[in-house]
């Protein structure tokens, strides 16, 4: 089982920014796709993006634009930079590891390393 652990959330402006972090422990994440995910209340959880091991990198429309994905194999980490933030992103925010970014997209994505995590709570509200 891989485990990762996600930070950053908290409460932002609509049209503000927000980095969140997803720390991998117990692996190194260097040969993984790492992929964010988000779940609003009443709603399904989407993936948001993604990024392979070879940094290529991949966006739901919705995020397009606003939405930077990075990751920094030194420290282990990969990073979601949100900028013009509006109250449709507020959700739960989930990161998983998959060997592709292929099939993040798709409804009902389960992770195949391991369980989904605790999740960092992202509020976009005045």
């Known amino acids: 089982q891989l485990h990762l652990v996600e930070s950053g959330g908290g409460l932002v402006q609509p049209g503000g920014s927000l980095t969140l972090s997803c720390a991998a422990s117990?692996?190194?994440?260097?040969?993984?796709?790492i992929a964010w995910f988000r779940q609003a209340p009443g709603k399904e959880r989407e993936g948001v993006s993604c990024?392979?091991?070879?940094?290529?990198?991949h966006y739901a429309d919705s995020v397009k634009g606003r939405f930077t994905i990075s990751r920094d194999n030194a420290k282990n980490t990969v990073f979601l930079q949100m900028i013009s933030v509006n109250p449709e992103d507020t959700a739960t925010y989930y990161c998983a590891a998959d060997n592709l970014c292929t099939f993040y997209s798709r409804p009902q994505y389960d992770p195949p390393f391991g369980s989904w995590g605790q999740g960092t709570q992202v509020t976009v509200s005045s």
């Open positions: 990024v392979d091991s070879d940094e290529e990198t």
């Open positions: 117990g692996f190194k994440l260097d040969y993984y796709a």
